[in-house]
T-cell receptor
Framework: GAVVSQHPSWVICKSGTSVKIECRSL??????MFWYRQFPKQSLMLMAT?????????EQGVEKDKFLINHASLTLSTLTVTSAHPEDSSFYIC??????????????FGPGTRLTVL | GQNIDQPTEMTATEGAIVQINCTYQ??????LFWYQQHAGEAPTFLSY????GLEEKGRFSSFLSRSKGYSYLLLKELQMKDSASYLC????????????FGTGTRLLVSP
């Protein structure tokens, strides 16, 4: 149980285009999903918290108009990188909290999406 | 604000024991997690501490001292496959209970 998937696993796009990344909780419901970005040899940096049915909460320094987050259901959140530039190239990872795990509220991570912007 | 520090890199020998430290300063603490991450993969859960003391799980143990803002991950009987990055993450007490990750420690296990 507690499997989180991401699609696509990798994507290459041209500068100026938009890319959508999906994050799905496969066997549990998640009111809250988190989006992280990880540059090479660095740790995970939280970008935003995605809440089902409401607006996402962005961390300081993260442009909400550039990184659009939609959490349309209890099992799906999407991150759209708009007008992508080479500096947006990174490893994007999502995680989800299982509503049933009230005690420890462990987050389960997706396998990540490698974005390369040419 | 939150500040979480770990050593950048560590090396150890197969079969040995290694301790990875994590110090933190947070405005609201609600638990500390350790994750293992191999290059290009997502983090995988290793341990969780919310109370002071030692939590043991097979070859891995994690210790927490809330008063000192300090935790460590202890890996015993090191294997080559343990070469990975180890991430310390503190859970915020706020409504979303988000995780804030430390700088991460790259561990290299040599024969």
């Amino acid at each position: 149980g507690a499997v989180v998937s991401q699609h696509p696993s990798w994507v290459i796009c041209k500068s100026g285009t938009s890319v959508k990344i999906e994050c799905r909780s496969l066997d549990f419901q998640a009111t809250t999903m988190f989006w992280y970005r990880q540059f090479p040899k660095q740790s995970l940096m939280l970008m935003a918290t995605s809440n089902e049915g409401s607006k996402a909460t962005y961390e300081q320094g993260v442009e909400k108009d550039k990184f659009l987050i939609n959490h349309a259901s209890l099992t799906l959140s999407t991150l759209t990188v708009t007008s992508a530039h080479p500096e947006d190239s990174s490893f994007y990872i999502c995680s989800a909290r299982d509503l049933r795990r009230e005690v420890d509220n462990e987050q389960f991570f997706g396998p990540g999406t490698r974005l390369t912007v040419l | 604000g939150q500040n979480i520090d770990q050593p950048t890199e560590m090396t150890a020998t197969e079969g040995a024991i290694v301790q990875i430290n994590c110090t933190y300063q947070t405005s609201g603490f609600n638990g500390l997690f350790w994750y293992q991450q191999h290059a290009g993969e997502a983090p995988t859960f290793l341990s969780y501490n919310v109370l002071d003391g030692l939590e043991e799980k097979g070859r891995f143990s994690s210790f927490l001292s809330r008063s000192k803002g300090y935790s460590y991950l202890l890996l015993k009987e090191l294997q080559m496959k343990d070469s990975a990055s180890y991430l310390c993450a503190v859970r915020d007490r706020g409504g979303f209970q988000k995780l804030v990750f430390g700088t991460g420690t790259r561990l290299l296990v040599s024969p």
